[in-house]
């Protein structure tokens, strides 16, 4: 099982959601874990009897929310604890230290860092790396309206200090009001739907998914994602 690690104080849950998506349709069994301290999942993701752990059907992806670990998963879904969980992928979301080290998301295949440019986002998102160890490499995922190189600079002038070695690479999405009120219908009507966002969003959800799974094309992902 492949483990992607996305950390951030930015809200990513319906990102990674899509992500998912995406995946489940080239054939890959994937498992989103919402391991955030505000359990976004929880509200967005339709369940019919929730508890204080669970894992459920969405969309056929696999959501894992209230759990501190892989282990406890796997009790949950009765897997021993020596043998692997049967997914392909896991996409593990995580907005705290206990998350990223618990999940041991320092080993995960990929590792994203996930903000918007406004100072909460920034400095809460670094404060959840302080206390790494270790030397952490992140890939940028960055949700700005503007784009600008100043932003970027930014960033890299707040982590200085932090143990992170950011790869040269970066991934942009736009900040529309059109792409937020496809994703808040998205959540309304309990539906993951692309149609109506932008092409830079989807563009941007290509690139993640190409770059998360490595050996399927391009031209492959967009046409799986012609069906969502």
């Not at 784009?147 to 690479?169: A, C, H, Q, R, T």
């Not at 989807?202 to 770059?211: P, Q």
């Amino acid at each position: 099982m492949k483990n992607i690690g996305f950390i951030g104080a930015y809200d990513k849950t319906d990102l990674i959601i899509y992500i998912a998506k995406i995946i489940t349709l080239l054939g890959k069994k994937v498992i989103v874990i919402d391991s955030t301290v505000n359990q976004k999942a929880r509200y967005v993701v339709p369940v019919i009897n929730p508890t204080l752990r669970y894992v459920t059907d969405f969309e056929d992806i696999d959501i894992a929310v209230g759990f501190s670990n892989i282990t406890e998963i796997k009790k949950y879904l009765g897997v021993a604890e020596e043998n692997e969980m049967e997914y392909d992928i896991a996409l593990i979301d995580t907005d705290n230290v206990e998350g990223f080290e618990k999940f041991d998301l320092m080993d995960a295949q990929k590792k994203y860092f996930i903000t918007s440019f406004d100072n909460y986002s920034l400095k809460k998102g670094l404060d959840i790396l302080n206390g790494l160890q270790d030397v952490v490499s992140l890939t940028k995922i960055l949700f700005s309206r503007d784009m600008l190189k100043e932003e970027d600079d930014y960033l890299n002038f707040l982590s200085l200090g932090y143990k992170i070695v950011w790869n040269e690479y970066k991934i942009y999405f736009p900040i529309e009001n059109g792409d937020l009120n496809v994703i808040y219908e998205n959540e309304r009507f309990a539906k993951i739907r692309f149609k109506k966002l932008s092409v830079q969003y989807k563009d941007g959800l290509a690139y993640l998914t190409e770059e998360i799974l490595g050996d399927v094309s391009e031209a492959n992902i967009r046409k799986a994602m012609k069906n969502i």
